[in-house]
């Protein structure tokens, strides 16, 4: 006890210790999640009190104690002061920094999923406040990457044949299961029907059905540093474990041409360009300005897949939806 140690992170929790000092969790490159103490961080004029802001990126260096470890000096690197100047950019990082909690790990580096992270973060800091939902998109699927369990949104998950969306037909649409691990022809959802009830509801242009169908865990391919884009594989399918947190009602749904094509895109690198704009691609070109109720919907199924999969509610999406869906038009006076 006693020693010192040193690392790069970045905050993601902070709560109040004490009269004045604050608990602060941290993702560090070199040791994973650690919690520390920030000492009189609350403070008036404490040399700690911006250094322990959310977001933050610092170099630090620490003591070891008995049962926690303390700051002992902070440089800081970066703190992304942009999102909290914009309330759904705000929201949207929270969101990244819960899927980041759920998957970290202590005491082993986690410089992935760190550089992952912090590459989203400054993205959605300098992107134009119209694409937040895109970006936030994005960096979701790169993290479910980076987990394992990132969708399979090319292939079929039970013929493993390739799906591609058809703009010709408006009424065209594809199953998406998150418990068989991502995009499935609608005859295979089918067959998951003596599964499912018969309750079905809508979440933007998808239509939902519960489920009480094994589940999957697809294999993925990794997304190191630098958001890199994905390969696939075909998902395994262990034996159902019940989860406490999911509604079986979120796991089975139909989503339509335009919402494929995009779910297809977000695991390349530069999907979303610095001005704005989607990247193209070349065989299933997407009008654009896409209206927001896309991205909602798109949010939606990958909030239900990711809290399926890493078995946690993502609690910074009530937000979400208070910040981006439509508030009801009042009706006009007679």
């Not at 003591?63 to 970066?78: M, P, V």
């Not at 998957?103 to 937040?132: I, M, W, Y």
């Not at 994905?230 to 474990?241: D, G, K, L, M």
Request: hydrophobic share 40%; charged share 20%; with cysteine.
């Amino acid at each position: 006890m006693g020693g010192t140690y040193k690392a790069t992170g970045i905050n993601l929790k902070s709560m109040p210790l004490g009269e004045s000092d604050r608990l602060l969790t941290v993702l560090t490159q070199e040791f994973g999640l650690i919690r520390v103490v920030a000492p009189s961080a609350r403070k008036h004029k404490s040399s700690l009190g911006g250094r322990s802001g959310l977001f933050v990126v610092n170099q630090l260096l620490i003591a070891e104690g008995r049962s926690l470890d303390k700051i002992i000096q902070a440089e800081s690197i970066q703190s992304y002061a942009g999102l909290s100047q914009d309330l759904k950019k705000l929201t949207a990082s929270q969101y990244l920094a819960e899927l980041a909690l759920f998957q970290a790990l202590s005491d082993q580096p986690q410089e992935e999923l760190f550089c992952l992270l912090v590459e989203h973060l400054n993205r959605l800091e300098k992107l134009p406040g119209a694409v937040t939902l895109a970006s936030l998109a994005h960096a979701t699927f790169h993290l479910l990457a980076l987990a394992g369990v990132a969708p399979q949104v090319q292939l079929c998950c039970v013929t493993q044949q390739l799906l591609a969306p058809d703009f010709a037909d408006p009424d065209w649409r594809v199953g998406f299961s998150a418990v068989a691990g991502g995009i499935v022809s609608l005859a295979e959802l089918e067959q998951l029907a003596p599964r499912l009830s018969t309750a079905k509801f809508r979440t933007g242009g998808s239509t939902i059905r519960p489920s009480q169908a094994d589940r999957a865990q697809p294999g993925m391919g990794q997304v190191v540093g630098r958001p890199q884009s994905v390969r696939e594989s075909a998902p395994s399918y262990p034996p159902a474990r019940p989860s406490k947190n999911k509604k079986s009602a979120e796991l089975h749904l139909q989503i339509n041409a335009t919402e494929l094509a995009l779910l297809q895109q977000l695991s390349q690198p530069d999907f979303i360009q610095p001005d704005g704009t989607l990247a193209q691609p070349q065989e299933h070109p997407i009008e654009q300005p896409l209206p927001e109720q896309i991205w909602l919907s798109i949010e939606r199924i990958l909030r239900h897949y990711a809290q399926y999969h890493l078995d946690q509610p993502i609690r910074s999406a009530t937000l979400i939806d208070t910040c981006f869906y439509p508030l009801p038009q009042p009706i006009p006076s007679p």
